[in-house]
């Protein structure tokens, strides 16, 4: 036991980059312990670098390097790519990953870690198919759905016999049926649907603290580094420009009106979207 617990402190950390107002809404107890359980999953040290929400490149790189001098790898969150090529000119040799979500990579020599819509909105399917019933499911995004993810969710929906009853809005689209909707999947700032009627179960796609979010909220898809750094760096050996990753569900078990079947539910979630099907 001695002597993995000093090779787990003797191996090279994973540095993630993040700010205050990150860490506000995320939660700083849940960062605690999100930093503990990843370390555990890669059997390394896992350490956030909390940088100034306005810090120019050269300061972001200097934090990282202030905390480890030579680190694993180092997750970036897409507002700080410029800091990720700062860092990645200084030390070409240390792997570097820019967290971009669901927005498009740029033309950058780094590697992009993207959000695998598809993938999410595949199980966000059958599981919105279980909270609806028998009303309509609405899925509201501040961004783009493009036809391929449209049908993953599709896909997912009549995978548990639910028929083809779905809108697919933007958040700047006027709604109104609200009686006739009975689950709301809401991806980026689509937080004005989540207050409209607390008795209509949400699925959210966010990182942000869940008891920060109404009782509405049952499932939520986190694609913060933490939820995708395992991942990421399974797949570093394949030499990969854009990495897709699929977000961590987290279902709230305490806000499921019907507990006995929050393992039925949980089984939805392990299920995976194929590509082909």
């Known amino acids: 036991m001695l002597i993995l617990t000093a090779v787990f402190f003797l191996r090279s950390p994973v540095l993630i980059v993040t700010d205050s107002s990150f860490e506000q809404i995320y939660g700083s107890g849940r960062l605690r312990s999100r930093n503990n359980r990843t370390s555990l999953e890669l059997f390394r040290r896992v350490i956030s670098v909390v940088v100034f929400e306005n810090a120019g490149p050269d300061l972001v790189a200097l934090a990282v390097v202030n905390t480890s001098p030579s680190p694993r790898a180092v997750l970036f969150p897409y507002r700080y790519m410029e800091g990720a090529l700062y860092y990645t000119e200084m030390f070409p040799e240390t792997p570097v990953f820019v967290m971009c979500g669901r927005n498009p990579p740029p033309e950058q020599p780094l590697t992009f870690v993207q959000t695998d819509t598809s993938a999410d909105l595949y199980r966000a399917g059958m599981y919105a198919a279980r909270l609806a019933g028998e009303k309509r499911v609405l899925v509201v995004s501040s961004g783009t759905i493009h036809e391929e993810q449209e049908q993953a969710f599709l ?53 942000a603290d869940p008891s920060l979010t109404p009782e509405s909220v049952k499932l939520i898809f986190d694609d913060s580094p933490w939820a995708l750094a395992k991942e990421a760096l399974r797949k570093e050996r394949q030499s990969l420009s854009e990495i897709f990753v ?26 995976k979207l194929q590509k082909n099907q």
């Open 155 to 207: 896909t997912g929906v009549l995978k548990q016999g639910f028929p083809e009853d779905v809108s697919f809005l933007n958040v700047f689209d006027v709604f109104e049926s609200f009686e006739e909707t009975g689950c709301i999947v809401a991806i980026g700032s689509a937080g004005r649907f989540i207050t409209q009627d607390t008795s209509i179960p949400v699925i959210l796609f966010s990182w």
């Open 246 to 271: 699929p977000s961590r569900p987290l279902l709230l078990a305490g806000r499921m009106e019907r507990k006995i079947n929050f393992f039925g539910h949980s089984a939805l979630l392990r299920d």
